[in-house]
């Protein structure tokens, strides 16, 4: 795949769709070749509105196919797409267009005023509206600015490669077959740049392409029939507990019943929900990427490990320091640095171009890679000895009751705490066992590894929106005050203890 080619490319697919379902469930649908005559036309609206080279074009907006055909006419243009996520507020448009430095703003936000660099997904611009002295700078290769989020939830500012991009995409077709015969289902924002990179490749192969909100992709997932999916853990532990439910037909039929592979890799996922999949004959991956560098590593049909990530991508670029951290070093990363960081992420890309990914992970005898968590995540213990969470967690996974364990610091620092969801909540003779089964296994492990103290929650903290970050990854910090404020109100009543 090439930005180059690509326009002619789906221009050519006259029987390939690209299907919009909205939140009240309606549905469009056009050929790509008809998608390829309306990105032509936004193509020539933005020209008459004054969009040069180099400009910057900024779309907060739902997804949808009008979405789609914009990002495609800033590639004819040679415009720079900058896009936000749609809460972003805008409020006076004016200063919005100047703080991101905006040409053109394409937004559904509601309650915004009339500007004339401001229009909606489904309007055109008028002549002229571009101001004259709108910034405009050489893109060379840079294609998008998109904004991601870690586990802090902080913000950060990433400017996109083309050749990045088109690397990624070239590998992912190679490594999964993705054909003509293929249909792909989004639900996750189109400004989570991994969405795009899916768009490319539907629109490059000639895969049917389905947009559809989170609210109505389950039922999508059945009518539509998608071949292959890409979505973080909390989707596939949600597929696995109305699977449970309905007690009606297997995973893959409740799927659609055309499902070749899913991916999963924006958070560790259960190891439980992992082999739930594989037991039904449902391909579920687990990958690892960030969008800093591009793919790092992936299971594939013909190459997996359940508990890994897979094997590395291109093993001559990824060292690892002595710690187990990994260090990134290619020809094209998907991107190239930072944009509006205020110094946050300073140390990630480095002068050579090698990139710190903040990921600890070892790879076993046959090459396949686990992760031992983040480097932010680690807790530093009282006793100046330093955990990865997730490591730890997975010396209680499979204990007897436990539907997820989330690792914390106790209040103290000193020990290690850990938030348990039982399979049966509020069952106290199920929480009785659970705490004796995981001191069973504390005495297996060193003293700095075992888990001290327990928490109980109903709810996953996983699948719970109150502890996820803006890209559904688990926000540990919000969980370790969660677990303070619990120890605490229970050292207030007395009897109690954590």
Not at 209 to 221: E, N, S
Not at 284 to 291: D, I, V
Request: net charge negative; aromatic share 8%; charged share 20%.
């Amino acid at each position: 795949m090439n930005f180059e080619e690509l326009t002619d490319r789906y221009r050519e697919h006259t029987s390939a769709l690209v299907i919009e379902i909205d939140a009240g469930g309606n549905r469009r649908e056009l050929t790509q070749s008809a998608l390829h005559a309306l990105a032509q036309e936004r193509a020539r609206q933005l020209a008459a509105a004054g969009i040069r080279a180099g400009q910057v074009i900024g779309i907060r907006a739902r997804n949808s196919i009008d979405w789609v055909a914009w990002d495609l006419a800033a590639v004819r243009t040679g415009a720079v797409l900058k896009a936000f996520a749609d809460d972003t507020p805008v409020g006076e448009p004016g200063a919005f267009l100047a703080r991101h430095g905006l040409a053109l703003l394409i937004t559904d936000a509601e309650g915004v005023a009339a500007h004339p660099a401001v229009i909606a997904p489904d309007a055109a611009p008028g002549a002229g509206v571009v101001a004259a002295d709108a910034e405009r700078g050489e893109p060379g290769d840079l294609h998008s600015l998109v904004f991601s989020s870690g586990t802090s939830g902080r913000l950060k500012g990433l400017n996109v490669s083309r050749r990045g991009t088109e690397y990624v995409i070239n590998r992912f077709i190679e490594c999964f077959g993705i054909s003509s015969e293929d249909r792909h289902l989004i639900f996750l924002p189109l400004a989570n740049y991994q969405q795009r990179l899916s768009v490319y490749c539907c629109l490059w192969t000639g895969a049917d392409l389905v947009l559809a909100p989170y609210q109505r992709v389950f039922g999508a997932v059945r009518t539509e029939r998608p071949t292959f999916l890409i979505a973080p853990p909390v989707f596939y532990d949600t597929v696995l507990q109305l699977h449970r439910k309905s007690g009606e037909g297997s995973l893959s039929e409740l799927l659609g019943g055309r499902i070749r592979f899913m991916i999963t890799g924006m958070a560790p996922i259960r190891q439980e929900t992992l082999e739930a999949f594989w037991a039904d004959d449902v391909r579920l991956l687990e990958a690892y990427g960030m969008t800093e560098s591009g793919m790092i590593a992936w299971n594939t049909l013909q190459e997996y490990r359940l508990g890994s990530v897979g094997k590395l991508i291109d093993p001559d670029v990824v060292t690892f320091l002595p710690d187990g951290e990994l260090l990134i070093h290619r020809p094209a990363p998907l991107s190239s640095g930072y944009f509006d960081t205020d110094g946050a992420g300073d140390d990630t890309y480095r002068p050579d171009g090698t990139i710190v990914t903040g990921d600890y992970g070892v790879l076993d005898a046959d090459g396949y890679l686990t992760l031992l968590g983040r480097k932010k995540d680690v807790i530093a213990l009282g006793s100046g000895r330093k955990v990865h969470p997730a490591e730890i967690e997975s010396f209680f996974a499979g204990v007897e009751g436990v539907a997820e364990l989330v690792v914390v610091a106790t209040p103290q620092s000193n020990r290690l705490g850990a938030i348990v969801t039982p399979t049966t909540p509020d069952d106290d003779s199920l929480q009785a066992g659970i705490r004796k089964r995981i001191e069973e296994v504390n005495q297996g492990l060193e003293a700095h590894q075992r888990v001290m103290s327990l928490v109980f929650s109903a709810q996953p903290l996983r699948s719970d929106p109150k502890f996820m970050t803006g890209n559904l990854k688990l926000s540990r910090p919000l969980a370790a005050a969660h677990f303070a404020r619990a120890v605490a109100a229970k050292d207030q009543a007395p009897g109690q203890s954590a």
